[in-house]
């Protein structure tokens, strides 16, 4: 049994359904006992400071949903970055337990590039027990380079290597852009209506203007 040509039009216009979005993958998290994620900000330049500490709690059940959220990760993929609609970055990073242990805290670097060099942007410490940060007002059309590190301690210092960083490279969409973006959903979706209405109005011209009903004329009897 063929599906009638409306239902077809109006799966075609229905937007797809269960890739668009990106849950949370198990272990992304922090543990349950690690309400606070401690951190330090070390602005660059000559007024740079120690940094204060802060604390901030963590994004637990963070789901990305497209358009308004992408997904980028490492090339080890121990880090991932968010790159939400609101010109801001959620990264998310993971460690065995073997590696976590061994963690003092993690150096998280970033810079951008521009026409001739890259800068670099204000350097953050955070705390063994967090799991992701949150890094605001990033600017538009501009191509950022946020690395990880896990710094071991001081005795798995001495005894070994640095653990290398995890690095992601993200370039956040213009303000404008998105406005095109959402621009064109929408007329999209006006497109898809008013096609259903020309075919209901074809339909009934076919039914009831193209195929009129005749009467025929009746025999009368010659007596």
């Not at 602005?43 to 901030?56: D, V």
């Not at 242990?101 to 027990?129: E, H, I, K, M, Q």
Request: aromatic letters at 6%; glycine letters at 6%.
């Amino acid at each position: 049994m063929r599906a009638p040509p409306l239902l077809l039009l109006l799966a075609a216009c229905a937007p797809p359904s269960g890739a668009a979005v990106v849950p949370t993958p198990p272990g992304w998290e922090p543990a349950s006992d690690a309400p606070w994620c401690p951190y330090k900000v070390l602005s660059e330049g000559p007024e740079a400071g120690g940094g204060r500490l802060c604390f901030r709690s963590p994004a637990r059940g963070f789901r990305c949903q497209a358009p308004g959220c992408v997904t980028l990760v490492s090339a080890g993929g121990s880090l991932r970055a968010h790159v939400l609609r609101n010109r801001s970055v959620l990264l998310q990073w993971r460690l065995t337990p073997a590696e976590a242990r061994r963690v003092r805290v993690f150096a998280l670097n970033c810079s951008w590039r521009g026409t001739y060099t890259r800068f670099p942007c204000d350097r953050v410490l955070l705390g063994a027990s967090c799991r992701d940060y949150l890094l605001p007002d990033v600017h538009d059309s501009v191509r950022y380079r946020l690395c990880l590190q896990p710094l071991p301690l001081r005795a798995e210092l001495a005894a070994n290597q640095p653990e290398l960083a995890e690095c992601v490279e993200f370039t956040a969409e213009p303000a404008a852009m998105q406005e095109i973006v959402v621009a064109m959903t929408a007329v999209g979706g006006s497109i898809c209506v008013m096609l259903v209405v020309i075919c209901l109005l074809v339909a009934y011209i076919t039914e009831n203007l193209m195929h009129p009903t005749f009467r025929r004329p009746s025999l009368r009897r010659q007596s």
